[in-house]
């Protein structure tokens, strides 16, 4: 069951801090099929098409974080993964959809192996499906293409940005 964004640790540290820019802690997974064509999930708040991911809650680690967006956004179990890039930049900040200015961390996790049936629909997706890397979905956000592009380069060592 998702959580609902005023009972997450973000949710709370909004009402503390009010309009403030806060760090954003979470995960995002690059999940392959057989065919190498990538996950995407059309987010039910504003219809982008994006890659599994969400913000992490407290006492969880970020691997955990990992599995439990993948879960919540497409019925996926993560059983192995390898992270493959940071993201903790000062250009990758943004505003929420409620308005409120945060700077991005994001821990990318490659899914290695995975397992169960894939929901199209989720209480925070409207759809899942699996795209060539050459033929993405439109209204995929920049960073999404930025991620790939660290797949496509990625040699065994982390990338950190």
Same mark, same amino acid.
């Given at each position: 069951?998702? $959580?609902?964004? *005023? !009972?997450?640790? =973000?949710?709370?540290?909004?009402?503390?801090?009010?309009?403030?820019?806060?760090? %954003?802690? /979470?995960?995002?997974?690059?999940?392959?099929?057989?065919?190498?064509?990538?996950?995407?999930?059309?987010?039910?708040?504003?219809?982008?098409?994006?890659?599994?991911?969400?913000?992490?809650?407290?006492?969880?680690?970020?691997?955990?974080?990992?599995?439990?967006?993948?879960?919540?956004?497409?019925? $996926?179990?993560? *059983? !192995?993964?390898? =992270?493959?890039?940071?993201?903790?930049?000062?250009?990758?900040?943004?505003?929420? %959809?409620? /308005?409120?200015?945060?700077?991005?961390?994001?821990?990318?996790?490659?899914?290695?192996?995975?397992?169960?049936?894939?929901?199209?629909?989720?209480?925070?997706?409207?759809?899942?499906?699996?795209?060539?890397?050459?033929?993405?979905?439109?209204?995929?956000?920049?960073?999404?293409?930025?991620?790939?592009?660290?797949?496509?380069?990625?040699?065994?060592?982390?990338?950190?940005?």
């Amino acid at each position: 069951m998702t $959580l609902a964004y *005023e !009972d997450s640790y =973000l949710g709370q540290m909004r009402k503390l801090v009010g309009n403030r820019k806060m760090f %954003s802690i /979470g995960a995002r997974a690059i999940i392959q099929d057989k065919q190498e064509r990538v996950l995407f999930v059309k987010r039910r708040d504003n219809q982008q098409w994006v890659m599994p991911a969400g913000s992490m809650e407290l006492d969880e680690s970020i691997l955990e974080t990992c599995k439990r967006e993948v879960f919540e956004e497409t019925g $996926l179990i993560v *059983e !192995d993964t390898t =992270l493959i890039a940071i993201y903790s930049h000062p250009r990758y900040s943004f505003i929420t %959809s409620y /308005g409120d200015p945060y700077q991005m961390i994001r821990f990318v996790f490659l899914v290695n192996t995975w397992s169960g049936k894939l929901k199209t629909k989720t209480d925070e997706t409207l759809n899942a499906q699996f795209f060539a890397l050459d033929e993405l979905p439109e209204n995929v956000p920049d960073l999404y293409h930025e991620t790939i592009q660290d797949l496509s380069s990625f040699d065994g060592h982390v990338i950190v940005k």
